[in-house]
């Protein structure tokens, strides 16, 4: 059974595929794929790029092209959810498209034909990244923080629950107060916010394909976003996503 490690950016998986053993680069619908091994076991990497789109092209790729078993989402995401804060690590319990709204037609985030609004992850799947971020947790501490300068309020935490997507980065507090208060509205209490995810739980739901996805939160979706992202990603989201993957694979 092979698993695919799904990313938006490089960075994210820089670490993962010069741990791959007997790497393979194919390339296939315009994107790069990794196919190797990781602890012995089969894997594919595989960078979807920024947006809902370019992330269900590159599932529905990993599924139709190289028949992968699971896929799991590992990258970073906007923290909007009481007591989620940066460096605290976000476990997709479901997912919403935040910018889904087919009104009147059907209920605003609704998804059309589905008869629903959330998507649920794969609960095993999910309780094994839950129990690899610990673990990644417990090791790393404030370490990975700390180098960014300054002190961290506190030891990075594990939040597990519902993640928003959308294509609209989410950069003010404004927009992400909006946002947030209005899905709570709905009795969808949002812990972070991305641009990925809910469109790969989609694909992963029409295929029943598991699906699981973890993220490190950056930034608190505010006006502060886009400051020192990408070193945050190098520095902060990288090295959990080598840890967490590598605890996760070891658990198959």
Known sequence: MTTAILSALPEEQAGLVHALAHPQRITHAGRAFWRGELHGR????????????????????????????????????????????VGDVVVAHDYLQHDMDASPLFPRWELPGYGRTRLACDAQVTDLLSRAVDSCLLDLGTGALAALGGAPAGAPRR????????????STATGARALRE????ADHVVLAVEMEGAAVAQVCADY?????????????????????????????????????????????
């Not at 990993?62 to 906007?78: K, P, Q, S, W, Y």
Request: proline residues 1%; aromatic residues 8%; charged residues 20%.
């Open 208 to 252: 029943g394909i598991p699906f699981g996805a973890v993220r490190t939160v950056s930034d608190r979706a505010d006006d502060a976003a886009h400051v020192d992202f990408t070193r945050f990603v190098e520095t902060v989201a990288a090295r959990y996503a080598d840890h967490i993957v590598d605890r996760f694979m070891r658990m198959l």
């Open 42 to 85: 089969s894997v594919v990497l595989a960078l979807s790029g920024i947006g809902k789109v370019a992330a269900a092209t590159t599932a529905t790729a990993l599924i139709e092209r190289f028949g992968v078993a699971r896929i799991v989402f590992t990258g970073v995401a906007g923290g909007v959810g009481d007591g989620v804060q």
């Open 159 to 170: 939040h597990t629950g519902l993640v928003a997507s959308g294509d609209w980065f989410v």
């Open 182 to 185: 209005a899905l709570r509205a």
